[in-house]
């Protein structure tokens, strides 16, 4: 990519080695990183920025609230894949990302984030609209800048975006001061990136490999836990040739939904504390356990004195800090998930015999499925999930927040492809489900896109339905309206003795009139007859939608691996 | 167990606030914290005393500080044959009968007189942690006034530059 050759919506790229402002170089480079869309919002610290962008025409996102912004750029980063780029000003702006940058953080979404900040002499004077955003974040980025000198500006943005992409993605903010973004300088983005201290290992060490691909041969119960990390690797071709060459069943984290197909005869569903009963008793009673680019969450471990007690543990990770932090592991496999599958589809090794370990994975599945009551009138979220599934024949770009409506959609909602799932896992952050979905909407223009959202959630970032007023995006937004936070609900029914602090809602907006006020067009469905057909009318629609629905309260989900205890200690594992 | 880590890091600003940071948030107990400049300008040196529970606490403070994008280079050398020094200011109560008896004590130790006060003097010591300590102990019974310790600094012994190459923090690397 050349100068001058990539246009910029109309407008040229401007020639290397000319001076130009540090707003003019922020958005000379972020062209050169293939951005195509920023989500922002301006304000007094980013004016030179924002007057840049308006003068190049590049494509931004306005969003109503800056937190809605940078999760817009995490579901743009997650189905892109590629860094989500987000631009706020000083202060509060900045600390309005803060939850956001913290969520892909601990999800390892690349993010670029550009702050602005006071003018240079007035940093430390708490300044009109200042704050430390370099201390805020820094445990929450995965590195951070702040600009000093106009001429380092472009070298930190070619850094930043290198950082946030490589290795284990995450966010890398750079905190732009006022008169940086103003002050003139010469512009040279044609530099290699130089980091001694950051050097992630990508290619795995190749007696590892044997060693894992040996320890496969000798298995007699194995089982594959694929996370995230396949996806971020774009692995998912290799994990879906080592899976079906090697015959390992396979069972999926949260995030991790979608790396291997979920209609596959060898997959066992989500693990973790609401994971299918075949999926953590595979874990519980393997002899090799294979975790490919998934960390070991307490979520996803249980009990960690209980885990995976009988397995030999071997852990694939880019970030050789997740080896052994929380399971003890004894094959450990530095490197790409993508080099590393590369590497043992390559590996001749004698396939192992896993005849009684599969009838065993059988018959579990066929004793234990997932299982909800159907009875009464009431609309129950679990065939909701299944019929968005149905409808949306499993191609769907998915998005939820936290709770409830998160694990239904995690658990029925069966996910047969790569980058289709875009959910908040290690953080849980309500309000995530949203606005990600109108992120994911501009990473993906063609694919369906269906945000599956509480309805407690959806109030945290409801305003962003003006994006979709404004640019017409065919987001749809499909409540499981149980007018409470369903999850606190769930917990303090099994665990506090059914004293419902604080989590029923004593009152709800009409949520139809309220996308109506954004001219979107509504529907309120209660009963499951009518459920069918008009989530067909309204995934048909052409434009943004939102679909109130109804759903059984006190449902809760299950089967569930309570606090402290271990995968073999599941409840509500039949009717 | 107490473990003597060394690392070079990049000498910007706020890279002792992130190690620091990084400390604190996941945890790890430090004894002591010591950094400078070295003989390339644009790298400091920090030098920690680390206390901590088993073999995996201790891969876990490398990994992670390793993680650092400032972070040059880690190694844990407490099992290297090493120099490790440190600086320690003594102001102890000294009428002017007992002079006498601590400068003798303070010779054995090669500790100097800093400064010299009506009713005190300030001795400086150098050397390992246990010499260190050693003086602090003898100098007690007389009153230590204000006591300044800088912590920790080391490296390896006749240690060139190629020889500290790879970390061992893991395995596979």
Redesign the interface.
Same mark, same amino acid.
């Given at each position: 990519m050349g100068p001058k050759t990539k246009e910029m919506q109309g407008r040229e790229l401007k020639d290397e080695n000319q001076e130009m402002t540090g707003a003019s170089m922020l958005i000379q480079a972020l062209a050169r990183e293939d951005v195509d869309v920023i989500f922002g919002y301006p304000g007094g610290a980013n004016l030179s920025t924002y007057d840049e962008i308006y003068r190049t025409g590049m494509h931004h996102v306005l969003a109503r609230h800056e937190q809605g912004a940078v999760h817009a750029a995490e579901g743009y980063a997650r189905v892109a894949g590629k860094p989500g780029v987000c631009i706020v000003t000083s202060g509060p702006g900045a600390t309005n990302v803060v939850t956001g940058i913290a969520d892909a953080m601990i999800d390892s979404l690349p993010l670029v984030v550009i702050t602005g900040q006071v003018a240079t002499n007035a940093i430390g004077t708490d300044a009109f609209q200042e704050a430390d955003v370099?201390?805020v974040t820094? *445990?929450i980025t %995965?590195?951070n800048f702040q600009a000093r000198e106009v001429e380092d500006l472009p070298r930190m943005i070619k850094e930043a975006f290198h950082?946030a992409a490589t290795g284990r993605p995450g966010p890398v903010l750079i905190d732009l001061p006022k008169d940086i973004a103003a002050a003139s300088g010469f512009f040279n983005y044609n530099q290699s990136v130089d980091?001694?201290?950051?050097q992630p290992?990508v290619i *795995?060490?190749k007696?590892?490999i044997k060693k894992l691909a040996d320890a496969v041969t000798e298995a007699k119960k194995p089982v594959v836990l694929t996370g995230a990390g396949i996806l971020h690797a774009h692995a998912s071709e290799e994990l879906f040739e080592y899976i079906t060459k090697q015959q390992l069943p396979a069972a999926s984290t949260l995030l991790g939904l979608g790396a291997f197909p979920g209609n596959h005869e060898l997959f066992l569903g989500m693990v973790g504390m609401h994971g299918t009963y075949t999926g953590n008793m595979a874990l519980h009673e393997a002899d090799l356990l294979i975790s490919i680019g998934a960390r070991f969450d307490d979520r996803v471990t249980g009990a960690l004195k209980h885990f995976a007690p009988n397995a030999k543990v071997a852990h694939i990770d880019i970030? *050789?800090?997740e080896?052994? %932090?929380n399971v003890?592991t004894h094959i *450990?496999?530095?490197g790409d998930a993508k080099e590393a599958l590369r590497m043992l589809n390559e590996y001749d090794g004698t396939p192992g015999d896993f005849t009684e370990w599969k009838k065993q994975l059988a018959e579990w599945q066929e004793e234990y499925p997932l299982w909800y009551r159907e009875e009464g009138d009431s609309l129950k979220p679990q065939r909701l999930m299944e019929m968005i599934y149905e409808e949306t024949k499993g191609e769907a770009v998915v998005t939820t927040d936290v709770g409830q409506h998160q694990m239904w959609a995690a658990q029925y909602y069966k996910f047969d492809n790569p980058d289709c799932w875009v959910t908040s896992g290690g953080l849980g952050t309500m309000g995530f489900g949203f606005p990600s979905a109108i992120g994911a909407q501009f990473a993906a223009p063609d694919r369906q896109v269906v945000a599956v959202l509480g309805d407690a959630g959806f109030q945290m970032t409801a305003q962003e339905m003006s994006i979709l007023q404004e640019l017409n995006l065919p987001v749809k937004i499909i409540l499981v309206n149980n007018a409470a936070l369903g999850m606190v609900r769930q917990w303090q029914e099994l665990f506090y003795d059914q004293r419902y602090s604080n989590s029923i809602f004593p009152i709800q907006p009409d949520f139809v009139k309220m996308a109506e006020a954004y001219n979107i067009k509504g529907w309120k469905i209660d009963n499951p007859e009518e459920m069918q057909a008009v989530l067909r009318e309204a995934l048909d629609y052409e434009g943004p939608v939102l679909l109130d629905c109804r759903v059984e309260k006190e449902e809760n989900v299950y089967p569930m691996i309570a606090p402290g205890k271990g995968h073999h200690e599941m409840e509500g594992i039949k009717p | 167990m107490k473990r003597t880590i060394i690392a070079t &890091? #990049?000498n910007n600003s706020?890279v002792m #606030?992130?190690i620091t940071?990084?400390f604190a948030?996941r945890q790890f107990n430090i004894d002591s914290i010591t950094v400078g400049m070295t003989e390339n300008p644009s790298v400091s040196r920090m030098t920690f005393v680390v206390n901590v529970d088993n073999q995996?606490g201790l891969?876990?403070v490398i /990994?992670?500080l #390793? /993680?650092?994008?400032? &972070?040059?280079k880690v190694r844990d050398i407490t099992d290297d044959s090493i120099v490790a020094r440190e600086l320690a200011l003594i102001k102890v109560v000294a009428a002017p009968q007992h002079r006498g008896e601590i400068s003798a004590l303070a010779e054995p130790f090669r500790a100097s007189v800093v400064d010299v006060g009506r009713e005190s003097v300030t001795l400086q010591v150098t050397g390992d942690q246990q010499k260190v300590e050693a003086l602090i102990d003898l100098l007690k019974p007389y009153g230590i006034k204000e006591l300044a310790r800088t912590g920790i600094t080391a490296f390896k012994r006749g240690a060139t530059k190629s020889d500290f190459e790879t970390p061992k923090?893991? =395995? =596979?690397?």
């Open positions: 370099i201390g820094m *445990p %995965k590195h950082i980091l001694p201290g950051y290992t *795995p060490n007696l590892q970030d *050789p800090a080896i052994g %932090k003890e *450990p496999v530095v | &890091v #990049n706020g #606030n992130r940071g990084l948030r995996r891969d876990q /990994k992670q #390793n /993680k650092q994008v400032d &972070v040059l923090y893991s =395995i =596979i690397n």
